[in-house]
């Protein structure tokens, strides 16, 4: 081969090579670019995802808004009920009784008011001093403050001395069973509920003696004021009665009574026209022979 040959050779292969390598580096450049565009897809997506965020987050705002509003409204809907609801009297004025919740708005059937449910209430604790719940000559039955159910409380029954501190009895249950003894005790019942004192009422229990004294003193019943009331509840009784039949019989009690009244009147008449008459019967005789004598006068004239 010729050297000139050769060189020409040498050239061709060398601007071959350099062309290869441009374009090596231009498909690395596009590779570089198009593994930064990625990047940058990302990033557009990552703006849009954040607007969406935004947005997201703009709306949970306006629906926390509106569930804030709701609660509130219902806060003030649930004020409202509560001011229409009113309370009962309690039933007892010491210890622990029952009252009636009343709604005045909302009832079904229209109706202005309604009982919606019935409640445990409670009053003062000192009840003071209490009646037995049945009493003899020989024994009293006393009983605590409570009501149903009576095992739900807890009782605690105190011998009560004068000066002296209170003995705590065994008994534990709403009712005591006590004897009467030779001179005057006093006992006292405390009602808990949860440890807690909620009534408390004291009993007097006198000795035999002294019922039988309190019963002879009582004032024995006036058997004349019975008798007294009864006549006048009877009579009362009769004269209604009576005054109805003449109401209902009114036709025959008119005609019945008619022609004495009539009769009445002509008797009355009757006797006026003859009173008249005496009347006229008694003037003195000494009118009329003056009379008698002023026309003789006149004649002789």
């Known amino acids: 081969m010729r050297p000139g040959g050769a060189g020409c050779s040498a050239g061709l292969l060398l601007a071959v090579g350099w062309l290869l390598l441009a374009g090596l580096q231009g498909v690395c450049r596009a590779n570089f670019t198009a593994v930064q565009d990625p990047g940058l897809g990302r990033e557009g997506e990552g703006e849009g995802e954040g607007e969406g965020d935004e947005e997201g987050d703009s709306d949970g705002d306006e629906e926390s808004e509106d569930d804030a509003e709701a609660e509130a409204d219902a806060d003030v809907s649930n004020k409202t009920i509560v001011k229409e609801v009113e309370?009962?009297?309690?039933?007892?004025?010491?210890?622990?009784?029952?009252?009636?919740?009343?709604?005045?708005n909302g009832c079904p059937g229209g109706e202005s008011k309604c009982i919606v449910r019935v409640?445990?209430?409670?009053?003062?604790?000192?009840?003071?001093?209490?009646?037995?719940?049945?009493?003899?000559?020989?024994?009293?039955?006393?009983?605590?403050?409570?009501?149903?159910?009576?095992?739900?409380?807890?009782?605690?029954?105190?011998?009560?001395?004068?000066?002296?501190?209170a003995i705590v009895l065994s008994n534990d249950s709403a009712i005591l069973e006590v004897h009467r003894?030779?001179?005057?005790?006093?006992?006292?019942?405390?009602?808990?509920?949860?440890?807690?004192?909620?009534?408390?009422?004291?009993?007097?229990?006198?000795?035999?003696t002294e019922m039988q004294m309190k019963r002879s003193l009582r004032p024995d019943t006036d058997a004349v004021l019975v008798f007294v009331l009864t006549i006048g509840v009877i009579m009362c009784i009769f004269v209604i009665f009576v005054l109805i039949f003449i109401i209902i019989n009114w036709a025959a009690v008119k005609s019945f009574w008619g022609p004495k009244a009539s009769t009445t009147e002509v008797q009355s008449e009757l006797s006026s026209v003859r009173y008249k008459d005496s009347t006229s019967l008694d003037q003195s005789p000494a009118e009329i022979p003056a009379h008698e004598e002023d026309v003789l006068s006149e004649w002789n004239e």
């Open 119 to 165: 409640e445990e209430c409670r009053g003062a604790v000192d009840c003071g001093w209490g009646k037995p719940i049945s009493e003899s000559l020989e024994s009293v039955s006393l009983g605590c403050v409570h009501i149903s159910p009576a095992n739900r409380f807890k009782y605690v029954w105190k011998l009560l001395r004068p000066n002296q501190q």
């Open 181 to 208: 003894e030779t001179r005057p005790l006093a006992f006292q019942c405390d009602t808990l509920d949860n440890n807690e004192i909620v009534a408390s009422i004291k009993f007097t229990i006198y000795t035999t």
């Open 87 to 104: 309370f009962g009297m309690c039933t007892v004025t010491c210890g622990i009784g029952m009252r009636e919740v009343i709604l005045t």
